[in-house]
T-cell receptor, first 117, second 115 residues
């Protein structure tokens, strides 16, 4: 069975601070995808990144960076110099790869990030 | 980019009535569509997976007779909540996959309130 754990339920920081959101996953598959999504108060999910299990290179996109450590089954997300607009719920998700199940996603519980001015 | 729409965005209905939510892929053919439910301050829980022209596959614990899913075309899936009750009040989100199984595009969600 697939499982995604986001141990931090809520994080509150002051603007311009760096913040890391943790994600730990469990899967028996050797091939899988990991995702991060942002859900602002409007509710619509915003795709941030997809990483496949064969690619352990870290990725940076502007103020966002991701650290994928297969050895510890973690896929952590760091926001550098946070801004008030970063306030949202962030979800980490795992996709199993099955011929009949398509890209079935298992979501973590989410981390509510609040960035205060 | 791939766009998925949902209609309505918000709906309020009385207990005992049925509500239909539409999910459309606007610029691609969705061979697979997914329906999720999200209660306040909780995560998204997959309810069912539907492939065009086939019966939906429901997750354990989801009543298929209560949550009717129809995926009649490659651009439209509908979720009908039958005999809705206040505990069905939730945020319902659909997503769609095209030829690439690992690309999943989410709709904006439908907030259902049952009074």
């Amino acid at each position: 069975a697939q499982k995604v754990t986001q141990a931090q339920t809520e994080i509150s920081v002051v603007e311009k601070e760096d913040v890391t959101l943790d994600c730990v996953y469990e899967t028996r598959d050797t091939t899988y995808y990991l995702f991060w999504y942002k859900q602002p108060p409007s509710g619509e999910l915003v795709f941030l990144i997809r990483r496949n299990s064969f690619d352990e290179q870290n990725e940076i996109s502007g103020r966002y960076s991701w650290n994928f450590q297969k050895s510890t089954s973690s896929f952590n997300f760091t926001i550098t110099a946070s801004q008030v607009v970063d306030s949202a719920v962030y979800f980490c998700a795992l996709s199993e790869i099955g011929e009949t199940s398509g890209s079935r996603l298992t979501f973590g519980e989410g981390t509510q990030l609040t960035v205060n001015p | 980019g791939a766009v998925v729409s949902q209609h309505p965005s918000r709906v309020i209905c009385k207990s005992g009535t049925s509500v239909k939510i539409e999910c459309r892929s606007l610029d691609f053919q969705a061979t697979t569509m997914f329906w999720y439910r999200q209660f306040p301050k909780q995560s998204l829980m997959l309810m069912a997976t539907s492939n065009e022209g086939s019966k939906a596959t429901y997750e354990q614990g989801v009543e298929k007779d209560k949550f009717l899913i129809n995926h009649a075309s490659l651009t439209l899936s509908t979720l009908t909540v039958t005999s809705a009750h206040p505990e069905d009040s939730s945020f319902y989100i659909c997503s769609a996959s095209g030829t690439s199984l690992y690309e999943q595009y989410f709709g904006p969600g439908t907030r259902l309130t049952v009074t």
